[in-house]
């Protein structure tokens, strides 16, 4: 069964810190995403992707996060200068949107990134 | 707005034991999705159910079983036969789909302990 790959599955970075986090999606996928869980709360919608440019993204996805798909293959997250409060599990997903029929669901999340700002 | 309600922070029940997870949504399309994930210590989310808004059946798969009803908002999961392996964090979901994107919302989750 097709997965979406995260990598690193944890990173420990210096607060200040430019982190990047990688996502391979699903092959044909053309939508993607990222979402965040601060440890012990809810998975919160971060930001969506389509066509190269983002669709949605949400009051949490500031100024110093951003978002790419450098190479057709690779989504990755940025977020510029890291804060303690950035730590948490983010996943990516991605989502074929035709693939809504019953019995045939294309939105997968991958294994998510802990991210631990010291 | 989209929301996802999910009243019990909480449960705790002995092994053996049936026990239900309950969740109210809000949304005013007509067309959504409703999910469950359960996400183990481990961290990820596996993906157990998605219903669509016109298909109201409930569904059994093994342990498990849904039942979603329109009139009260509500996809409610029940695990019968529990056993240890289904302590987990268990996230009830909702999506409107766009043709920009198909985000879900989540709800806050139930920590589901099973006790042996």
């Known amino acids: 069964e097709p997965e979406v790959t995260q990598t690193p599955s944890h990173q420990v970075t210096q607060m200040g810190q430019e982190v990047i986090l990688r996502c391979v999606p699903i092959?044909?996928?053309?939508?993607f995403y990222w979402y965040r869980q601060i440890l012990g709360q809810k998975v919160e919608f971060l930001v969506s992707?389509?066509?190269?440019?983002?669709?949605?993204k949400s009051e949490i996805f500031d100024d110093q996060f951003s978002v790419e798909r450098p190479d057709g293959s690779n989504f990755t997250l940025k977020i510029r200068s890291t804060k303690l409060e950035d730590s948490a599990m983010y996943f990516c997903?991605?989502?074929?949107?035709?693939?809504?029929?019953?019995?045939?669901?294309?939105?997968?999340f991958g294994s998510g990134t802990r991210l631990t700002v010291v | 707005a989209q929301k996802v309600t999910q009243a019990q922070t909480e449960i705790s029940v002995v092994e053996k034991e049936d026990v239900t997870l309950d969740c109210v949504y809000e949304?005013?399309?007509?067309?959504?999705?409703l999910f469950w994930y359960k996400q183990p210590p481990s961290g990820e989310l596996v993906f157990l159910i998605r219903r669509n808004s016109f298909d109201e059946q409930n569904e059994i798969s093994g342990r498990y079983s849904w039942n979603f009803q329109k009139s009260t908002s509500s996809f409610n999961f029940t695990i019968t036969a529990s056993q240890v392996v289904d302590s987990a964090v268990y996230f009830c979901?909702?999506?409107?789909?766009?043709?920009?994107?198909?985000?879900?919302?989540f709800g806050k989750g139930t920590r589901l302990h099973i006790l042996p």
């Open positions: 992707f389509y066509n190269n440019e983002i669709s949605e």
């Open positions: 979901a909702l999506s409107e789909p766009s043709n920009r994107d198909d985000k879900i919302i």
């Open positions: 949304t005013r399309d007509t067309t959504y999705y």
């Open positions: 092959s044909n996928h053309l939508y």
């Open positions: 997903a991605s989502s074929s949107l035709r693939d809504r029929g019953p019995g045939n669901y294309g939105y997968t």
